[in-house]
């Protein structure tokens, strides 16, 4: 089926520059499997350089996607407002009869993912993951609190998060996100990737900035212990969260609040940094990473809190300044450099965003029985 004949009505910017295709055409080399920088469900995303020299990314709606058709539409007109270091730049885009084409920078060091869990890639530097915790901390706070109406990405993982080659952080694929003034309660089209969902988003349907919180939580972990998140998606064509069974396997659970309390980490520490971390600075991290993974959204702190805890400027007791400190909620299983399918639609990773049909459980009945599971063998954690 063709896309419809019209061009979207996308409202932009006056700095994004409309490329004509043939334009486009020039400066990928014709789309050329040379230039391919991956696939995702929105299409293939390639290499591309101006006529001034400027390197762009290229993403490339696939022609008769409907589900790509909106989600261009969300990018588009949400990107085309933001300006932050942390968050990717929309440089252009091109729209005709038939092609829906997003030119963003390019951000050289691919995604957070496939350095993580990228085959033959060698391990972070501790000081790396500091500087990608940071930064995506802060495009988190700037999408959160700084942009009118409020921001909520949707799909914070590891593999939406870009680098550069100082290991900068930039936050991508904003192809499912939502205006937080937008969003309507109990929307049954619940959207993300199983292991980063929220729990009362995938439960019910609640949507707050604190979802993003939670998933950044996650991230937060994948970079201390090296572990995955457990879950994956199932395969559908409907918009609905499947949780699969998996969720029950539990090979390792960080117990974040015991490490907090006597100042070793060395059990959850990804073992190949072999000790070499700073003990402050892991001590900070494990702080985020609780607060932010805590069961009940209004018991996680803001991301203009988390962001100066992570850098040192502000103590981790601010954490849960004018908060009750929750249970923190999340399975982590040990990785082996193998993510299951990878994840990124940057870094020849396919999408990983769950959209599966239910299974013989709702998600509600699946999330419930982590958090029994959960508070009988651990109790309630109060970080």
Known sequence: MLLRSASPSISLGSSMCHFTF??????TGGFSEASLLGQGGFGRVYRGVLSN?????VKRLEVG???GEREFLTEAEIVSRIHHKHVVTLVGYCVTRLERILVYEYVPNRSLESHLRGGGQPTLAWEAKMRVAVGSAKGLAYLHEDCHPTIIHRDIKAANILLNFNFEAKIADFGVTKFASEFNHGDSSVVGTIGYVAPEYASIGELTPNADTFSFGVVLLELITGRRPVGSPLNSSNDNLAFSNRCHDLRARPQLT???GDGNFDFLVDPRLQDHYSRSEMARMVACAAAC???FAECRPKMSVVAPVLEGHQ???DLDD???AGPSNLDLEYGDGHYGEPTGEYGLYPSGSSSAGPSGQTPLDLEMGRMVAFNNRFGTCQN
């Open 322 to 324: 004018g908060i009750g």
């Open 258 to 260: 015991q490490a907090l």
């Open 315 to 317: 103590s981790a007791a």
């Open 53 to 57: 020299g400027e390197d762009v990314a």
């Open 293 to 295: 993974t805590r069961e």
């Open 22 to 27: 043939e334009q486009v055409q020039a400066f």
């Open 65 to 67: 996607s409907q589900q």
